[in-house]
């Protein structure tokens, strides 16, 4: 399973996402991609309000919805069995 963490640099939201990440990195085997939106247009338009954000199979979690029992729920639902 992939994830992939929108992110930027000077972000402690964005860090404290990333600590959250690595904590159930521990528990549930997946492989984090992360992505500095200000490396590309796109990413930035499309993400610049919503970092810290992930995308773990077909769901979206912005900064909003950004909290531990969530991501675990989330990335739960997207083991392959």
């Known amino acids: 399973m992939r994830v ?3 992110t930027k640099e000077k972000c402690s939201l964005c860090e404290d996402a990333k600590a959250l990440l690595g ?3 521990n528990e ?4 984090m991609e992360e ?3 200000y490396t ?5 338009e499309k993400y ?3 970092i810290p954000c992930v995308e ?5 979690l912005d900064c909003e919805q950004m909290n531990l029992p969530r991501l675990e729920r989330v ?6 069995k």
């Not at 549930?28 to 492989?31: I, S």
């Open 4 to 6: 992939i963490f929108y």
């Open 40 to 44: 590309n247009d796109l990413w930035l």
């Open 56 to 60: 773990i199979g077909t769901e979206f």
């Open 35 to 37: 992505r500095d939106i």
């Open 28 to 31: 549930y085997a997946f492989d």
């Open 48 to 50: 610049q309000l919503l």
């Open 23 to 25: 904590m159930l990195q």
């Open 75 to 80: 990335i739960q639902g997207n083991i392959k």
